[in-house]
């Protein structure tokens, strides 16, 4: 299952900088300790949720070129707990190449572990 846009922009656009501090936030994943922590936050222009909208529809318009062009590409379903998202990526980039007998290592589904 691949994560719907309305999931993609929810959790985009509440994504959260510590002015002067080298910490981020995120208001579900990842909240601030505290109130006054959490009133010192601004957004960032780019993840206000128009900015985000707009950056997913570009990328949907070019998705199948994406996709044609680096046909050995994994999808990973990233909506899930972000550890698991992180686990599945570095477990796809770590792991060997299978050759396949056309030479090419081709796509895959990454799950997460059972």
Do not use: C, M, W
Request: charged share 20%; glycine share 6%; no cysteine.
């Amino acid at each position: 299952p691949q994560v719907v846009s309305t999931s993609i922009v929810e959790h985009g656009s509440i994504a959260l900088p510590s002015s002067g501090l080298a910490q981020a936030y995120h208001l579900v994943s990842a909240p601030p300790p505290s109130i006054e922590v959490q009133n010192r936050l601004r957004q960032h222009p780019n993840d206000v949720e128009d900015a985000v909208t707009s950056r997913l529809g570009d990328y949907l318009l070019r998705e199948q070129d994406l996709k044609d062009a680096f046909p050995d590409a994994f999808n990973i379903n990233a909506d899930q707990e972000p550890q698991t998202v992180f686990e599945l990526v570095e477990s796809i980039l770590v792991r060997p190449q299978r050759a396949s007998p056309g030479g090419t290592g081709g796509a895959a589904t990454a799950q997460p572990p059972a």
